[in-house]
């Protein structure tokens, strides 16, 4: 009885705003009373409105009413707080439906403060005391407060599951260990925990050491972009000076010409007029003969005639060559020419050299380089389909399959006369160039007796005419290979042979990382086996090449994947 008197009270003395006990209460001019704070806080809110409403019955107010202070309510106040009537708990005291209600608690309930994983309840703080009292309650496991603690209890033998089976990986109560998990590998839940914190504990050492280091590079990254921006200013600058730089060579390359021609225009011209004037005295001598040969041949007096005749002077020969007359009028033509001739020269070579600029520029990477691939299927990731440039094959190579396949033959064939082609060792290019992170695969098949093959990766500006070894794969600078023959592998570079060890395979596997310089083969089967690895620096793009000497030896460039 006393509780429903308290209980009524507290619903006469509770401000409309808060339900809460009045604090400095106020009454409005409908006669609602409310905490002094809850309504001044309501009627801030509405002031931009301009009228002003009771929160309780919804009476509207302008302008803004002033508030008394309720001194009876007040005074009562104090008098039933004297006999025992307490505020009630805030709202924020109540579980809401994010929070773990108490299960002791009827009525509206009060948030959990603990759960216990014994009672398999949870627990506001009034209804927790027993726990905190009590010798034999004091020994529960108590935790943060969680809905999911009906998973702790066993749906088979409805137990608090204590213990852990190793063998299915999960929990179960004490019947289940003596049951269906008796021969099991069971422990209890408590060591299993001890060894599962441990792992956790490892895991999260890497993790903060990951953190550590990943933090060390987000700070490196702000230097390392100045870096970028800084070496790229400078290359920039560099290269307009150096570019710029060939303008002057060029206008003085183009004023030599000019003055050389003028000279030459000056000398030839000073031929033409000299001939010129000696051509005019001999005509004039000439038409002087001419004229004194007519006055004799006229002369009636025959005596006259034979006697002047004997003293005529005989007639002298040209002093010139009349070769001139029939000469084609070509001059400065073929100076044309050459200087035409030059400009395609150069202009081939700064597209050839834009090309690779390019190409290197594109290649700058200053970031982490991914980890290598390790399984086949890594590799193929990064697969290059290659094919075969038929103006760089020895004539002795055929090519065949879209121009992935050659066999050697005993006979020339009908390629055309090119440059760029091998004149002397079997060997051809691909057309490709080859950046960044390639993988291509070479399937060989040598014949009885042959030397074998070899898998190659050279610039492109490797010799190609003549006998000599600078032209073969792996024998100069320019150029790494892998010479595969029936039962054993030897790798060349400069000359320089390195004896290599590994199972041998019909095909043969070449992994380049432009970038990162590395340059690696690999013998294919089932499972992928290094065979030599290099790692040097790259400054230009490559090609991939192959060596096949034996008649109806081939070598074929495998498809991707």
Known sequence: MEQQENHVDRERFSCWICVDLLKDPVTTVCGHSFCKSCINTHWDKEEERGSYSCPQCRQTFTPRPVLEKNTMLADSLEELKKTGLQASPAD????????????????????????????????????LQPHLQSAALKKHKLVKPSEKLQENNCSRHDEVMKMFCRTDQQCICDLCSVEEHKDHDTVSAAAERTERQRELGLRRQTIQQRVQDTE???????????????????????????????????????????????????????????????????????KRKDHELKQLSDTEDHNQLLHNYPSLSPLSGSTHSSSFRIRPLRDFEDVTAAVSQVRGQLQDILNETETEILQIVSQVDVLLREPEPETRADFLRYSQEITLDPNTANTELLLSEGNRKLTCMREDQSYSAHPDRFTYWNQVLSGESLTGRCYWEVEMKVELGGLGVSVAVTYKNISRAGESRDGLFGHNY???????????????????????????????????????????????SDAMTLLHRVQTTFTRPLYAGVWVCCPRSTAEFCKPK
């Open 92 to 127: 924020h005291c109540y579980a809401g439906p994010e929070d773990v209600a108490c299960d002791v608690c009827t009525g509206r309930k009060l948030k959990a403060l603990k759960s216990c994983l014994n009672c398999l309840a949870s627990y506001c703080e009034k209804h």
């Open 478 to 524: 320019n150029s790494w290979s892998l010479y595969c023959y029936r039962n054993r592998y030897v790798f060349y570079y400069d000359s320089f042979m390195t004896p290599v060890s590994g199972p041998v395979s019909s095909r043969v596997g070449v992994y380049l990382d432009h970038s990162a310089g590395v340059l690696s083969f690999y013998s294919v």
């Open 216 to 286: 060390k590079d987000v700070k490196l990254l702000p230097q390392e972009e100045e870096a970028v921006n800084g070496s790229a200013d400078k290359a920039v600058e560099d290269s307009e000076e150096i570019l710029t730089e060939m303008i002057p060579l060029l206008e003085k390359r183009s004023s030599d010409v000019k003055q050389q021609i003028r000279s030459q225009q000056e000398t030839e011209v000073s031929r033409v007029r000299e001939l010129q004037e000696r051509l005019e005295q001999e005509l004039t001598e000439l």
